[in-house]
């Protein structure tokens, strides 16, 4: 899709958008420029963090996208303290059920399954939803006989919902595994920030992990690591140049050749199975 279909699909949503202020320079961009640039700051060329609206509209061909499981909401399980109350303002703060959108797509006529963490609803941690929206994600690939693509951006498991949370990791990465060994591709592209039992489970597990420029990339914290092992941790310490070097992911991709480099992969894994 264009920059011009990228403009045209989210401007005429009919719901009025602001300006946007870029944190790194303070720049105010209007909607129209923050969309064209891919919600990039025109100014210094910093980051935002993409609404999975902005992403699938920036990513997919037009009209291609078939979502599923819309309507699964998050219970609260163990009863924990106001958790139903922040579940309400994240759907509204959103306009989401729930932290991740899925559903099957093309790109540039690639047939994938195709996941997108927001971490507009509660920086996209997963709880049972999530893992159970992402593992049919996987299941119906698998069926399909298609790739997976997942955006993934997480603060990690969802502490309101203990360890239902925790077991969302091995569940999906069974669902990952499954989708393996049918021989079908997966690529995880991580995005600002992805962290904790995310990052320890279906962040890492991709056949091909790409990553955005200076995306958080890690489990714990630099400043727990520091008091854990009582070291001084590098500059640049889990950003995505830091993992490259370091062998933790396959490589980076700017933004705007990001539908372009997801295309050309999905064009070799397609002529390889023939």
């Known amino acids: 899709m264009g920059i011009k279909d990228v403009i ?27 969309i064209a640039s891919l919600c990039i700051c025109p100014q210094c060329g910093a980051y935002f963090r993409m609404r999975a ?10 009209g291609s996208f078939q979502e599923i499981d819309k309507k699964l909401k998050s219970k609260d399980p163990i009863g924990f303290p106001d958790y139903a109350q922040k579940l309400d303002k994240a759907e509204k703060v959103s306009g989401l059920n729930e932290g991740v959108v899925c559903g099957t797509a093309k790109i540039d006529g690639h047939d994938c399954g195709l996941f997108i963490m927001d971490s507009a609803f509660m920086m996209g941690s997963m709880g049972t939803v999530v893992g159970e929206k992402i593992t049919r994600l996987f299941e119906k690939a698998t069926s399909l006989k298609i790739p ?53 489970s279906f962040a890492m597990q ?28 590098p500059a640049g310490f889990q950003r995505s140049e830091f993992q490259l070097e370091h062998g933790f992911i396959d490589m980076i991709e700017e933004r705007p050749r990001m539908t372009y480099t997801l295309a050309k992969l999905l064009a070799i894994h397609k002529a390889s199975e023939q």
């Open 8 to 34: 045209s699909s989210l401007m005429h949503s009919n719901v009025e958008q602001p300006p946007r202020v870029c944190k790194k320079c303070n720049a105010e961009i209007s909607y129209a420029d923050y």
């Open 53 to 62: 609206s902005e992403r699938l509209a920036a990513t997919i061909d037009a």
């Open 206 to 233: 991709g056949d091909i992990i790409i990553a955005e420029p200076k995306a958080l990339i890690g489990f714990a914290g630099q400043r727990v690591i520091e008091q854990t092992t009582g070291e001084k941790l």
């Open 148 to 200: 997976v693509i997942g955006f993934i951006t997480s603060g990690g498991a969802r502490m309101q919902e203990g360890i239902f949370s925790l077991m969302q990791m091995a569940k999906v990465s069974g669902a990952v595994k499954r989708h393996s060994e049918a021989g079908l591709l997966y690529i995880a592209v991580l995005t600002d920030p992805t962290t904790g039992g995310i990052t320890a």
